[in-house]
Each structure stands twice: as C-alpha cells, then as structure tokens.
C-alpha cells in the first residue's frame, strides 16, 4: 500500500525581478495543478509560491477535516511569505477554488495583478459532492484501499454538508465584491470545459468595474488549463500579461 503524505509547497526564486507570483490550485487538487505554469513563469523571471491547502493530496477523510476557512488562510499565509521575503510587487493567480481565493485576496489585500482560469461564479453542493467523491474513489484506488473502505470514506461525504454549504457562502461572498478589485485582470475559460464557466468568465468580466480586463477563451481547453491540450497557450498568455504589468 503506498503511503499518503501532504504535498510540499513550491518556491522558485529568482533574482532578476521584485516581483512575486502566488499561485492557486483547485479543490481537490494539489500543488501539481500549477507547478508546470510556475516553473515557466519562474524561467521567465518570476518567484513563484505555490501553497498546498490543508488536506489536499491526503485521503478523502482527511481532506474533510478542513473547510474553506482554513484554505483561505492557506492563502493569507501563502502571500505573508512573500511579504516576509521583501518582494515589492505581489501578483496571484489561480485555477477553479484557487480562482476564486485570487478574487478573494484581490479583494482584501494588496494586489497588483490577477490571473483567474476556470473560476465559477455559482457552486451547489451536488457538483462539489461529486467532486470529493471522484477525489476519494481515486484517492482510494491509488494506495490500494479495499473498496469497502472506500466506500466508508465516501459515505461520509453527506455528514461534510455543512462546510459544502460554507464554500457556497463563500462563493456568494466573493462575487458581491469583486467590483471592489482595483487591480489589472485576465480572465480565462476552456471552452472544452463546462459552458458554465464560460458564463462564470464573462460574469466576473462585467462585474469588474475598472478598465484593466480582459477575458479569453481556449478552444482546446478542458477545466484544469494548465495541463493537456491547448496549456502552452494558456501559459505563453498568462506570461505576457504579466509582463504587460512589471
């Protein structure tokens, strides 16, 4: 059986620039969601951290001893490191639940720029439940679980209500204020992806209020962007816009 331990943070420095970038992943994902992204956006000049939120990487049980609270103080936790570590421009950028932290910490904190990709604007519990239960079948399968254990796991999915309908709250809250967000902005969709994304994309679009914005979408694209096809692009874009803003 193999054994579960929590994904590392990823920290890649570089001295040829002041500025930083904090990357986001998804729910249920991990640090590899954009690992390939930052170590392209680190080869280009950048320091990039990449935090693991709590649970992440680790089997389905664990996962549910941690809710949208603690991940968002992943986050603060994430972007005070770079704080500490001198850099006096801070951008973020994040995919899916690491989308809407970027919105969230835009909105709270000192930001000059933010990457979002397959970020929704609306969750309800029966998509996020489906979530945790592909993560915890496959969680299970990789380390070798009987199934009947498996299926323990996953049964205590419906006692885990509560904190879905927190990260619902949580989405609500976040898209109330993203009008506040000052900082320049791309937006980005896989068209492959679910439609609603794409209305999640030009949602946030409009409801940004200042000029520096942009929405984009990738014909090639699934939901997780930075990977498969059509991820070059994704990458070589988000690049060039922060570029646009050094």
Same mark, same amino acid.
């Given at each position: 059986?193999?054994?579960?331990?929590?994904?590392?943070?990823?920290?890649?420095?570089?001295?040829?620039?002041?500025?930083?970038?904090?990357?986001?992943?998804?729910?249920?994902?991990?640090?590899?969601?954009?690992?390939?992204? !930052?170590?392209?956006?680190?080869?280009?000049?950048?320091?990039?951290?990449?935090?693991?939120?709590?649970?992440?990487?680790?089997?389905?049980? !664990?996962?549910?001893?941690?809710?949208?609270?603690?991940?968002?103080?992943?986050?603060?936790?994430?972007?005070?490191?770079?704080?500490?570590?001198?850099?006096?421009?801070?951008?973020?950028?994040?995919?899916?639940?690491?989308?809407?932290?970027?919105?969230?910490?835009? $909105?709270?904190?000192?930001?000059?720029?933010?990457? @979002?990709?397959?970020?929704?604007?609306?969750?309800?519990?029966?998509?996020?439940?489906?979530?945790?239960?592909?993560?915890?079948?496959?969680?299970?399968?990789?380390?070798?679980?009987?199934?009947?254990?498996?299926?323990?796991?996953?049964?205590?999915?419906?006692?885990?209500?509560?904190?879905?309908?927190?990260?619902?709250?949580?989405?609500?809250?976040?898209?109330?204020?993203?009008?506040? @967000?000052?900082?320049?902005?791309?937006?980005?969709?896989?068209?492959?992806?679910?439609?609603?994304?794409?209305?999640? !994309?030009?949602? @946030?679009?409009?409801?940004?209020?200042?000029?520096?914005?942009?929405?984009?979408?990738?014909?090639?694209?699934?939901?997780?962007?930075?990977?498969?096809?059509?991820?070059?692009?994704? $990458?070589?874009? @988000?690049? !060039?816009?922060?570029?646009?803003?050094?």
């Amino acid at each position: 059986m193999i054994k579960v331990k929590a994904p590392s943070p990823i920290f890649l420095e570089s001295n040829q620039s002041e500025h930083a970038i904090l990357l986001l992943h998804s729910f249920t994902g991990t640090v590899r969601d954009m690992k390939l992204l !930052a170590t392209q956006l680190n080869t280009a000049g950048f320091t990039c951290y990449v935090p693991s939120y709590k649970g992440h990487g680790l089997m389905l049980e !664990a996962l549910m001893t941690y809710d949208t609270d603690q991940w968002w103080q992943d986050v603060l936790e994430g972007y005070q490191f770079l704080v500490e570590k001198g850099y006096s421009k801070i951008s973020v950028c994040g995919l899916s639940l690491g989308g809407l932290l970027s919105l969230k910490l835009a $909105e709270h904190k000192p930001i000059d720029s933010v990457a @979002i990709m397959s970020t929704p604007y609306r969750k309800d519990d029966a998509g996020l439940a489906d979530r945790l239960k592909y993560y915890g079948q496959r969680m299970g399968d990789l380390i070798g679980l009987e199934q009947q254990e498996i299926t323990n796991q996953l049964n205590q999915i419906e006692d885990y209500t509560p904190e879905l309908n927190k990260f619902q709250l949580m989405v609500e809250d976040i898209m109330s204020k993203v009008n506040q @967000i000052s900082a320049p902005i791309t937006i980005k969709y896989g068209e492959q992806d679910d439609a609603s994304y794409q209305t999640s !994309a030009q949602y @946030i679009y409009e409801h940004i209020s200042h000029e520096q914005k942009e929405i984009q979408g990738y014909k090639l694209c699934k939901h997780l962007m930075t990977y498969g096809e059509g991820h070059i692009e994704v $990458e070589q874009d @988000i690049i !060039a816009f922060f570029e646009d803003y050094e």
